[in-house]
T-cell receptor
Framework: AQSVSQHNHHVILSEAASLELGCNYS??????LFWYVQYPGQHLQLLLK??????LVKGIKGFEAEFIKSKFSFNLRKPSVQWSDTAEYFC????????????FGAGTRLFVKA | GAGVSQSPSNKVTEKGKDVELRCDPI?????LYWYRQSLGQGLEFLIY????????KSGLPSDRFSAERTGGSVSTLTIQRTQQEDSAVYLC?????????????FGQGTRLTVV
């Protein structure tokens, strides 16, 4: 069965620091990869997604993620975080394991100090 | 509708009671998911409906949990004989199809508190 691991549960950064959140998945076939974000008091929303093609994917608000197939990874990055990036970030995998259900990681809570 | 709608937004129930949580997906979306979000547990997959196919129930934590989807649209998640460990936010999501590369759109969730 597919699974998703996020390495950091809590991250605290100062504004302008660089961000990298790790994500690894366990499925060996074709996958579709997502990062979702949940801002305080808001519902989950899509940050970016990878289906095929260029493994470096750019999303909203200056976020990007790189798919490295050999490492089963899809890490999220941002060169310079802002206080408004404080949120919880979820990595997700959608794969054909008898149905295309989407499985999420445990999430990473990011707190950016102003 | 414009988005995924869940009701109620908050539910407090006594231990041992049954509860029903409702989800109205985006019109036309054939795939529907239920997830549970607990503090420190991330998003736990519960059940997945795709069109007329048999639902994937592999994430339901016990036989006290069940879900149905009527007419390929509205879904109800039922928890029987609720326990305190069932307290969590229950999230519903829908997507235009369950296949490759589809984004899931989430509702605001139902916060369930079992006292």
């Amino acid at each position: 069965a597919q699974s998703v691991s996020q390495h950091n549960h809590h991250v605290i950064l100062s504004e302008a620091a660089s961000l990298e959140l790790g994500c690894n998945y366990s499925y060996g076939g074709t996958v579709n990869l997502f990062w979702y974000v949940q801002y305080p008091g808001q519902h989950l929303q899509l940050l970016l997604k990878y289906f095929s093609g260029d493994p470096l994917v750019k999303g909203i608000k200056g976020f990007e993620a790189e798919f490295i197939k050999s490492k089963f990874s899809f890490n999220l990055r941002k060169p310079s975080v802002q206080w408004s990036d404080t949120a919880e970030y979820f990595c997700a995998v959608n794969a054909n394991t008898g149905g295309f259900k989407t499985i999420f990681g445990a999430g990473t809570r990011l707190f950016v100090k102003a | 509708g414009a988005g995924v709608s869940q009701s109620p937004s908050n539910k407090v129930t006594e231990k041992g009671k049954d509860v029903e949580l409702r989800c109205d997906p985006i019109s036309g979306h054939t795939a529907l998911y239920w997830y549970r979000q607990s503090l420190g547990q991330g998003l736990e997959f519960l059940i997945y409906f795709q069109g007329n196919s048999a639902p994937d129930k592999s994430g339901l934590p016990s036989d006290r949990f069940s879900a149905e989807r009527t007419g390929g649209s509205v879904s109800t998640l039922t928890i029987q004989r609720t326990q305190q460990e069932d307290s969590a936010v229950y999230l519903c999501a829908s997507s235009s199809r369950g296949g490759t590369g589809t984004e899931a759109f989430f509702g605001q969730g139902t916060r369930l508190t079992v006292v």
